[in-house]
């Protein structure tokens, strides 16, 4: 079956480390987006690639880092730099970044300060 | 700038009643418009969509019309059932990419 895998499901970051979230797919999609979901906040675009080597900020990039080295794979590092990691992270892809296309998410990663 | 702004939840019915979430936008240019479906500790999924004013999306008894005059695009269903109980969210897709910008999500909640 073809979708998302986005790992782990829970995860833990200790004070001024860097954790590294993983979303896979095998959709073919060209375009792969991270959105950050809070409570009562809705989802806010944190990075999102349009193609394999490039990627662009969202609205909320600072203290996140990708990287889009394969078309399958774009990983979320939350750096230390990011004052307020907890959230959930959702994953997505499309087939390209046109405006009606549908958006496939992952389960999303529930990270966590400890 | 774009936004979408929903209906606080969380909305409470009993099954078989009739369901309306409102939502209303705010856009620069003319945006496609979306409701999206998130269950319990999963992803989003798509529920409907419309590209134009007009145009009335639909899917699993879920419908939603895109009014250009009163920038809405209010989610209905006419009979809830229990297994419908989640989180709702509007979006909408301007200027050609897909970063969708999404409301705050309502949460609906179906009792038997």
């Known amino acids: 079956d073809g979708g998302i895998t986005q790992s782990p499901k829970y995860l833990f970051r200790k004070e001024g480390q860097n954790v590294t979230l993983s979303c896979e797919q095998n959709?073919?999609?060209?375009?792969m987006y991270w959105y950050r979901q809070d409570p009562g906040q809705g989802l806010r675009l944190i990075y999102y690639s349009q193609i394999v080597n490039d990627f662009q900020k969202g609205d909320i990039a600072e203290g996140y880092s990708v990287s889009r080295e394969k078309k399958e794979s774009f990983p979320l590092t939350v750096t230390s730099a990011q004052k307020n990691p907890t959230a959930f992270y959702l994953c997505?892809?499309?087939?390209?970044?046109?405006?009606?296309?549908?958006?496939?998410f992952g389960s999303g990663t529930q990270l966590s300060v400890l | 700038g774009n936004s979408v702004t929903q209906m606080e939840g969380p909305v409470t019915l009993s099954e078989e009643a009739f369901l309306t979430i409102n939502c209303t936008y705010t856009a620069t240019g003319y945006p496609s418009l979306f409701w999206y479906v998130q269950y319990p500790g999963e992803g989003l999924q798509l529920l409907l969509k419309?590209?134009?004013?007009?145009d009335k999306g639909s899917n699993k008894g879920f419908e939603a019309t895109y009014r250009k005059e009163t920038t809405s695009f209010h989610l209905e269903k006419g009979s809830v059932q229990v297994s419908d109980s989640a989180v709702y969210f509007c979006?909408?897709?301007?200027?050609?990419?897909?970063?969708?910008?999404f409301g705050k999500g309502t949460m609906l909640l179906v009792s038997p």
């Open positions: 979006a909408l897709s301007d200027s050609g990419y897909s970063t969708l910008t």
């Open positions: 959709l073919n999609h060209d375009a």
């Open positions: 997505a892809s499309s087939v390209s970044t046109g405006t009606n296309e549908k958006l496939f």
């Open positions: 419309a590209t134009k004013a007009d």
